[in-house]
């Protein structure tokens, strides 16, 4: 079999209380997500990953296949792993994690991001977009610093590349480039990364991806044009959500066509 996406939602978030069921047009959160990967076409199946029951009946009654999971994960990659280990997916060979409030995630990250691990060339893939080095002292908006082979190098919430003379601004070109939280792994690679131990620098950055890194596990980036995802962590980011959805979604469309 192809491709899997699985969708984590976990109910107890902290800023934003029962995040996965807060309404953006008229919809639960975790459905419009669903719904949007979903018509992309770019998985053999999409499944919502959830620790509670309410989340899950919400996704079930709008047409989501639902997997009830663990309530101490302590990270979406380790939800997807426990879905992709039961026996009915084990035939997937890439595995998709779109987080469950990224419902403005688009499609060139996701594809691209899924086609870095079904071609073979990285057992961990994700993406990035080109961006202004305004957000290099921006830590909520984390980056990335990628080789000439496509290999991430580095994430991090700090400003990299560190820009240590201004004279030298015209060289971070498409060079300054900002993490879009959508992963891809070969199943053998999300076993490992979630075998792993947490590492001190994925604690200090509290950066999950710091994990297989430092392990020594490539992870490829698809860089995109894309407007990174704007994802939805407090009531102003919903509310943001809610006055731009329509006219988000009527974009999706005409693109699209």
């Known amino acids: 079999m192809g491709t899997l996406v699985v969708i984590p939602a976990r109910l ?3 800023r934003l209380p029962r995040k996965p069921l807060r309404l953006l047009s008229g919809l639960p959160l975790i459905v419009r997500v669903w719904q949007r990967i979903s018509q ?6 999409v499944v919502v990953a959830t620790d509670d029951e309410s989340v899950a009946s919400a996704a079930r009654q709008a047409g989501a296949e639902c997997v009830l999971t663990s309530d ?4 979406g990659t380790e939800r997807v792993a426990e879905v992709a280990a039961q026996t009915r997916f084990r035939g997937y060979r890439t595995i998709v994690n ?13 594809r691209g991001t899924a086609q870095l ?10 993406a990035a977009s080109r961006a202004s080095a305004e957000i290099l002292d921006t ?9 000439d082979d496509g290999r991430a190098m580095y994430f991090s919430r700090g400003p990299i590349p560190f820009l240590r003379d201004h004279t030298d601004r015209p060289k971070l070109g498409e060079r300054t480039l900002q993490h879009i939280g959508v992963y891809a792994y070969s199943p053998e690679a999300l076993r490992e990364w979630v075998s792993l131990p947490s590492h001190p620098l994925e604690e200090i ?3 999950e991806q710091l994990r297989p890194l430092a392990a020594g596990l490539p992870i490829g980036v698809a860089v995109t044009s894309e407007a990174p995802a704007s994802g939805i962590d407090t009531e102003e980011d919903l509310q943001r959500a809610n006055a731009r959805w329509d006219a988000f979604m009527a974009g999706a469309v005409t693109n699209a066509g």
């Open 40 to 45: 992309m076409n770019i998985a053999d199946a």
């Open 98 to 110: 779109v987080q469950g409030d990224e419902p403005f995630i688009g499609p060139v990250a996701v």
């Open 117 to 126: 691990v079904s071609s073979g060339r990285f057992p961990i893939g994700t």
């Open 139 to 147: 830590p909520s908006l984390v980056k990335v610093v990628v080789a």
């Open 12 to 14: 107890g978030a902290l």
């Open 72 to 75: 101490k994960h302590s990270s």
């Open 205 to 207: 950055e509290r950066l």
